[in-house]
């Protein structure tokens, strides 16, 4: 299982996940929910950013690196990238949905599930801080793809966040 490791006498303990969030919430614009910042950003200005905080939570000695309430397929393409430079460590990668189709930046949840497939390290993709409504229709939109990863689903209590209101 993901969030638990069995050793050969059967004992099971839980896994320390290290929490990556997106590069919005740094911004305290509320870009986190829209990942409207990947349109300004490059790759490596983004990787930049990331890096220190994954190589703490590597070096650390996590067991599992959780990129979370990822909103662009952009910035997950860079942290898959970027978990290149930590061989051996594997991450779960969850994506923030706006709609029952579309990643909060606007791409589809399908294009980045299906992306997510080509890294190794990734041994889980998953759905955060999303609407309960909005579920079953992301996970129906990858039903049919192949894969070999773990499903993850986290959803929030079904609010949304604005500017406004905070």
């Excluded at 990947?38 to 939570?57: C, G, I, Q, Y």
Aim: hydrophobic share 35%.
């Amino acid at each position: 299982m993901l969030l638990k490791h069995q050793t050969e006498d059967l004992d099971v303990y839980p896994l320390v996940l290290g929490e990556v969030g997106p590069y919005g919430a740094c911004r305290h614009d509320g870009s986190e929910y829209t990942g409207s910042y990947v349109n300004n950003l490059s790759s490596k200005e983004l990787k930049d950013w990331h890096r220190p905080r994954v190589r703490a939570l590597v070096e650390a000695g996590v067991d599992l690196l959780a990129f979370e309430t990822i909103p662009a397929i952009e910035e997950a393409m860079m942290l898959i990238e970027l978990l290149q430079e930590f061989p051996g460590t594997e991450a779960l990668l969850s994506f923030t949905c706006k709609d029952g189709v579309c990643t909060c930046h606007g791409g589809s949840f399908r294009e980045a599930f299906t992306r997510c497939m080509g890294s190794q390290q990734v041994v889980a993709i998953g759905i955060n801080c999303t609407a309960p409504c909005h579920i079953s229709s992301l996970l129906r939109s990858v039903q049919d793809v192949e894969h070999n990863k773990q499903l993850a689903v986290y959803p929030n209590s079904g609010e949304d966040w604005t500017c406004e209101e905070g």
